[in-house]
């Protein structure tokens, strides 16, 4: 037999969802809201009513005490239930509706009351005051029960004190006319409550739209997970409020961009600086996958709107995959270099079999001659001009590459650089894609040349790589500088755009510039000036002017 299931125990407290909890919270605050300003009304209410018949019933004493008859009647009559003092003080009781109007000698003694029987007798209040001069107002309790008093001394025609009057208002008077206004006042109290639970309503149907009918523990939740995402993963996230404003960076963020926690609340361009990468995050470059750099880093940005109008831009790192890209690139090129020279060494191999065979053993001599010749003498003019080893091996592949795409590549006369650069990589880099876009230019061209130079004055070092190309519009000698910027077909590997970008922020990291101009004869020819490249003071001229002729480039790599 399957034991009975425990019945569920009834969950009290608040409700989960935050709209239920918000309604809840807020109908509770306009009811205590309204309770307590219903009993702050009333509190002052009930003293106001108290002083108002206090100071009925002092104004009515004043008026009976002023009576030029009542004086001599309390000193010529004795006190009786017919006597006219009696008589004068039941005329102005019922005129006024006063509970009672007692009229007192010096000793006490009534003169006048509303029960007849209590005439001759003590008053049941201490008189004192009033016979003593002084004018009273109070609440106290007497022989007719609780009421609002007014006392006020009786004087004869010389200003003798010789009784008083005491005038009382019943109390439960005063507290009818209270009873009487609490309808209307939570009258007003409901009303008031009824708008606040509208309104609380109002506002709860919109924290419902905008928590999506989630509970409190399931937002604390939510909130949780985000920031172990957000500085988790390994994307940088950057959110931007509605006025252009950073409002988070993630880890990640701040590490590709090179900031901190500090940005937030500034704009891109207060926190970055102007540039690509900074009109990328505020929106004003659109489009997926946006190159840019920053520092020495490749980002592929991506922006999104968000309903509340700000935005939220992810970076991605892309400086391995790029420089992979470019290996590839040169791996190819040197695949293709090598698949031609070995077509090409088999012809010539083909050529000095047939020589040997023929007999003609001193054409065969001169043959081999002059092929190793050709090569021995590109690799010595390299070597002689340029004693870094990383720089002069890149050029002789190169020419290798040049030589097999119909583009020849030389070296310039004035070229001479001394083994002392502090940075080799980083003008590998430089003259790498420098000559890699030179010969993407003049590649199936008749005449094909690209040139290049570099010349150590002083500590600077100065690069020039001009070609026999068609050369860059005016217009766009700033724009080929800009990441992403190409008029080139991307490869399937990688994006294009970035080499001409990298050159310049090498450049200009170490102070120097990366400019673009008219060759001679046409074509392009970039100048690359890098100061402080050579450790130690080295021989040469004095530091020349770079040219600033009018400059092209061929379109970023």
Do not use: C
Request: no cysteine; charged share 25%; aromatic share 2%.
């Amino acid at each position: 037999m399957s034991p009975t299931p425990s019945a569920r125990r009834l969950r009290l407290g608040l409700p989960r969802r935050v709209f239920s909890q918000v309604l809840l919270m807020q109908v509770a605050i306009a009811a205590g809201v309204a309770v307590l300003a219903t009993g702050l009304f009333l509190a002052p209410l009930s003293n106001q009513l108290d002083d108002q018949a206090m100071r009925r019933a002092l104004a009515i004493a004043q008026t009976t005490a002023q009576l030029p008859d009542l004086a001599k009647d309390l000193r010529d009559t004795p006190p009786s239930p017919d006597g006219p003092v009696q008589r004068e003080a039941e005329r102005i009781r019922k005129a006024t509706q006063a509970e009672y109007i007692v009229v007192m000698d010096w000793r006490g003694v009534r003169w006048s009351h509303t029960d007849p029987q209590q005439i001759g007798g003590i008053v049941s209040t201490d008189p004192g005051q009033a016979l003593a001069g002084k004018e009273v107002m109070e609440i106290d309790s007497g022989t007719l029960g609780r009421s609002a008093r007014g006392k006020v001394p009786l004087r004869d025609s010389d200003g003798t004190v010789i009784g008083a009057v005491s005038v009382g208002i019943a109390y439960d008077s005063v507290r009818a006319r209270l009873i009487h206004a609490i309808p209307g006042l939570l009258a007003y109290a409901g009303g008031a409550l009824a708008v606040g639970a509208l309104a609380a309503w109002l506002i709860s149907r919109r924290v419902h739209r905008q928590t999506r009918d989630l509970a409190f523990s399931d937002i604390a939740a939510l909130l949780s997970e985000r920031e172990a995402m957000l500085h988790g993963i390994r994307e940088g996230v950057v959110a931007l409020d509605r006025t252009g404003r950073i409002r988070l960076v993630n880890d990640e963020a701040q590490r590709l961009l090179g900031i901190g926690e500090a940005v937030v609340g500034r704009s891109p361009d207060e926190a970055l600086g102007a540039g690509r990468t900074a009109d990328v995050l505020a929106g004003r470059v659109t489009g997926t996958d946006l190159l840019t750099v920053r520092g020495q880093r490749v980002l592929v940005a991506n922006r999104m709107p968000t309903d509340d109008g700000g935005a939220v831009a992810t970076l991605r790192d892309r400086t391995e995959l790029e420089q992979l890209g470019r290996e590839l690139d040169s791996t190819r090129g040197l695949i293709d270099a090598l698949r031609a020279q070995d077509h090409e060494h088999a012809n010539r191999m083909h050529t000095l079999l047939g020589l040997l065979e023929l007999e003609m053993y001193d054409d065969a001599v001169d043959f081999v001659g002059e092929v190793v010749g050709d090569h021995r003498a590109t690799a010595e003019q390299v070597t002689e001009r340029i004693e870094d080893p990383l720089l002069a091996a890149l050029l002789v592949g190169k020419a290798t590459v040049a030589a097999e795409r119909g583009v020849a590549l030389g070296v310039s006369d004035r070229t001479r650089l001394p083994d002392r650069l502090v940075d080799p990589q980083g003008l590998v880099t430089v003259v790498g894609n420098l000559v890699d876009n030179a010969l993407d230019a003049v590649a199936g061209k008749p005449h094909a040349r690209v040139e290049v130079e570099v010349r150590a004055e002083g500590r600077t070092a100065i690069l020039r790589v001009r070609d026999t190309g068609p050369g860059i519009p005016p217009e766009h000698r700033e724009l080929i500088f800009t990441t992403g910027w190409s008029t080139k077909t991307p490869p399937a590997h990688r994006e294009r755009g970035i080499g001409l970008s990298l050159v310049r922020r090498l450049a200009e990291r170490q102070g120097g510039s990366a400019t673009v101009g008219e060759a001679h004869g046409g074509g392009a020819e970039f100048t690359v000036v890098l100061p402080e490249a050579l450790a130690g003071p080295g021989p040469g001229p004095a530091v020349s002017t770079v040219p600033s002729a009018p400059q092209t480039a061929e379109e970023g790599s």
